[in-house]
């Protein structure tokens, strides 16, 4: 796939002034900050915006932030500050009222107006230490750039070709981590063409319905012998897809114990269990971009990133939604994405 060159959008980025610093890895699972980090790219560049990064208190990280996972491709800043006064943007006032009814308590209300105030006061804190005006991440709207053109990167196309583009761009494994990946290819003997699929449990049953694996795997339309990759939380499902189809040649990373993902669990693990389950979730995706076909959802992180990433490619496909309304559907949020992922479902029942 076709890749923006890092050098040239590196120098064009330090052209830009304003500059936002954004702080990926504030309190959503790893491919949703991945999904926030891209379109905050894309409206920079739209916007003609300096993009800086934050990433020391990263939730998959152990204090170093993005770097243990991936390549640099801006300049990072490292004031403390950021953890207090930067965040994910703040839903709409409208959004909040509607809360406080069905709660029938202030509380909604009484947070956005704490958050206000910390942007502002975040204002004047990075005035002082910058000398000059600075967005946040909370700054990014919420919809995305439709169309984009950067002449100087050679862009000129909607959302989704942006997206890949930036997405491949940043998507530069640390070395330490492609080592990983190759000493995992070795240890599980997948072969050079295989097909991959994302199978979810844990806490995403709290959105949506989960879609069990058998449905998944057979819209792959494979062949005795065939090699499948399954990314998935839990390990109960690689065994009953194990049991489903004992003539597939079947993988995964997913660990023995492992029977669901579920985030705020998984933000009160120790820095270094984080790092490997972290680890291991970017090597399979990364395995699955790299996959012969694919299928996934539209309710799950890693699928979203899988799709967007390969939109074009006439053998990836959301089990949940037409090829033809997904550009459309994979902006929305997620319980929009559920209520498409339900309807669809229940269309080819």
Request: proline letters at 5%.
């Amino acid at each position: 796939m076709e890749r923006l060159d890092l050098k040239a959008y590196q120098n064009l980025n330090e052209s830009f002034s304003p500059k936002m610093v954004y702080r990926v890895g504030v309190d959503c699972g790893f491919f949703v900050e991945m999904n926030y980090l891209v379109n905050a790219m894309i409206y920079c560049l739209a916007h003609h915006i300096r993009f800086q990064l934050y990433s020391a208190d990263a939730n998959f990280g152990t204090g170093v932030g993005w770097t243990e996972y991936f390549r640099p491709f801006c300049e990072e800043v490292h004031e403390s500050f950021h953890q207090k006064y930067n965040f994910h943007r703040l839903p709409s006032w409208r959004r909040v009222l509607e809360l406080c009814r069905s709660q029938r308590s202030l509380g909604p209300a009484a947070w956005k107006v704490k958050k206000t105030v910390n942007t502002f006061i975040g204002r004047v804190v990075s005035y002082r230490a910058y000398g000059e005006k600075v967005l946040f991440a909370q700054d990014v709207p919420n919809e995305p750039v439709e169309w984009c053109v950067v002449p100087e990167l050679g862009i000129d196309g909607d959302y989704m070709s942006t997206f890949a583009l930036l997405a491949r761009m940043v998507w530069r494994l640390h070395p330490d981590i492609q080592r990983q990946e190759d000493s995992y290819k070795t240890m599980l003997t997948l072969p050079p063409i295989y097909s991959g699929v994302q199978i979810r449990g844990g806490d995403k049953v709290t959105e949506t319905r989960l879609i069990d694996g058998k449905t998944l795997i057979e819209k792959l339309n494979l062949l005795d012998g065939d090699s499948l990759f399954i990314l998935t939380d839990d390990y109960r499902q690689f065994l009953q897809a194990r049991e489903d189809f004992p003539k597939l040649k079947l993988s995964t990373l997913c660990q023995e114990d492992e029977t669901g993902y579920h985030h705020k669990r998984f933000c009160q693990e120790d820095s270094q269990s984080k790092k490997k389950a972290i680890t291991r979730l970017i090597i399979s995706a990364d395995l699955l971009l790299s996959s012969r076909s694919f299928v996934g959802s539209i309710t799950t992180g890693p699928s979203v990133f899988i799709l967007k990433l390969r939109h074009g490619d006439p053998r990836v496909r959301a089990i949940d939604c037409p090829k033809d309304e997904l550009p459309a559907a994979l902006q929305l949020p997620i319980n929009t994405r559920a209520r498409i992922s339900t309807r669809n479902l229940k269309k080819s029942q």
